[in-house]
């Protein structure tokens, strides 16, 4: 082989090879952007799953803007009364909007499956932002700016969603960045647009479910490190005993 020949290193044993069906992972998942394997630091390729379906009683899904300086890519993997075809691939621009891609929200035959993957960066700082605009006219009522730089690199903060670099489970700050931007639109006085009059509707965010699965990690982490604990007790009474 020619020295010049391109050759991908060796696996270095950060990230064990895993597989998922996205069809079982987006059946039992509990948000829309789930990562589909719990590796989301410096470099890592994170792809995160979507699934939508109509609603007949309650087919509000909302709408909203994201902003990301990483790179993503979209896999339609199912889909039927969508904008979206079976087996579309597309990629997204850096700002670009985000709703349920159904034609008609409440026909319960519709629905979608979907991967959005992106790229974390590994040496530079991440940034990411939410933006909801106003419906009749456009203006921009929530822009949520916020810090999405992976661990592993210099600026990643754990502390602006309560967790430590030492969590087993970290948070994907995509996650937390758009149910911090909901919770923060969904005041009354934020959603009444300031250009035009129009009080906007709330955004339904747990449909999405990413509080939820934020609140879930967090308990993950916390249980975790409370069996931690409680071992380390159980070895300290054992060596009282010894003794």
Not at 7 to 16: N, S, T
Not at 36 to 44: E, I, K, S, T, V
Not at 95 to 116: C, E, Q, W
Not at 179 to 186: I, V
């Amino acid at each position: 082989m020619s020295e010049t020949a391109h050759r991908i290193p060796p696996p270095d044993g950060r990230r064990e090879p895993l597989k998922a069906n996205v069809f079982q992972r987006m059946a039992d998942a509990s948000c829309q952007l789930l990562a589909l394997f719990p590796y989301h630091d410096a470099g890592a390729v994170v792809p995160c799953g979507a699934i939508f379906t109509g609603e007949p009683d309650d087919g509000e899904f909302g709408h909203f803007f994201h902003w990301n300086t990483v790179e993503e890519l979209t896999v339609v993997y199912g889909a039927s009364g969508a904008m979206l075809q079976t087996g579309q691939i597309f990629a997204n621009q850096s700002l670009h909007g985000v709703n349920s891609f159904l034609r008609d929200p409440k026909d319960p035959g519709s629905y979608a499956v979907m991967t959005i993957t992106q790229r974390q960066s590994d040496d530079e700082r991440q940034h990411e932002a939410i933006i909801f605009r106003c419906k009749k006219c456009h203006e921009e009522l929530v822009r949520f700016d916020y810090e999405s730089t992976p661990r592993g690199v210099e600026g990643h903060d754990p502390a602006q969603w309560g967790g430590s670099a030492d969590d087993e489970y970290p948070v994907f700050s995509t996650i937390w960045g758009s149910a911090e931007a909901a919770a923060r639109l969904n005041d009354e006085s934020v959603r009444t647009c300031g250009n035009c009059g129009q009080v906007n509707d709330e955004f339904p965010e747990p449909k999405w479910g990413w509080q939820r699965w934020v609140d879930q990690t967090r308990t993950a982490n916390r249980s975790k490190a409370a069996l931690r604990a409680a071992i380390e007790a159980l070895g300290d009474a054992k060596k009282a005993v010894r003794a």
